[in-house]
């Protein structure tokens, strides 16, 4: 096939994505068919978890699947954005996308760092890691969200990408079933926060909890409301 990529401006393979996706109502491989069709051989999807938690690590994942697996999408029922599946079916959808893919990689970035570069800066960090360790080199990324990442390789930013491709969906499945094994892990050493159950995010009892028994060594220090704690203002 006649390599075309790089014919077009992310722009305009933006505006393709989203026509190529406008009426999908679940993952599809409708995106990264528009891609090869264009040139691209090697497709990565990346999705980020932990985005949004007061506590514990970002977990930014990566998958690439092959073009047979592109162009056929045999075998992939049950992958599905992370957040609408159950814990049993991540762990189903994790074993099948390992067994599916080419390659699926994760890297975690710390509370410590987050607080130091911000949220989008550990996304940026997380991605140029992957880009780095990942042993099959793709030839453009697709990333759920509305970033502007410069990177070795085009970054398509697709909102929604979770519900709307197949390669981000499976990132997403990697970075939350991986994000939330350490969770679980932490939840022994600091039971007080039910990390167990909200994986760092700021559900009632764990904001509860960070009143009542102050903030852990895990906690986000520009989140809040340990930020406000920090600084005092909740008392004055």
Do not use: W
Not at 140 to 163: H, K, R, T
């Amino acid at each position: 096939m006649k390599n075309v990529a790089g014919h077009c401006s992310l722009s305009e393979l933006k505006k393709a994505a989203a026509e190529c996706s406008a009426f999908s109502v679940e993952p599809s491989f409708d995106i990264e068919r528009m891609l090869l069709a264009r040139g691209y051989e090697l497709i990565a999807g990346v999705d980020e978890a932990g985005r949004g938690a007061l506590a514990g690590p970002l977990c930014v994942g990566l998958v690439i699947y092959g073009r047979r697996r592109i162009l056929s999408s045999h075998g992939m029922k049950g992958i599905n954005d992370s957040k609408k599946l159950s814990v049993k079916q991540r762990a189903a959808a994790f074993d099948l996308i390992s067994v599916r893919c080419l390659a699926a990689s994760s890297v975690f970035v710390s509370h410590r760092i987050i607080d130091r570069v911000n949220i989008n800066g550990a996304t940026r960090l997380a991605l140029k890691r992957l880009l780095e360790c990942v042993y099959v080199k793709p030839d453009i990324v697709l990333m759920d969200g509305n970033f502007a990442f410069e990177a070795p390789v085009p970054v398509l930013s697709i909102p929604q990408g979770d519900v709307k491709s197949l390669s981000i969906a499976s990132a997403s499945i990697i970075a939350k079933v991986r994000r939330d094994g350490i969770l679980d892990r932490l939840d022994e050493r600091f039971p007080e926060y039910g990390f167990k159950t909200n994986k760092g995010y700021g559900t009632r009892r764990h904001i509860q909890a960070i009143y009542d028994f102050g903030f852990s060594p895990l906690h986000r220090m520009t989140y809040e409301p340990v930020k406000s704690l920090l600084s005092g203002s909740l008392f004055t």
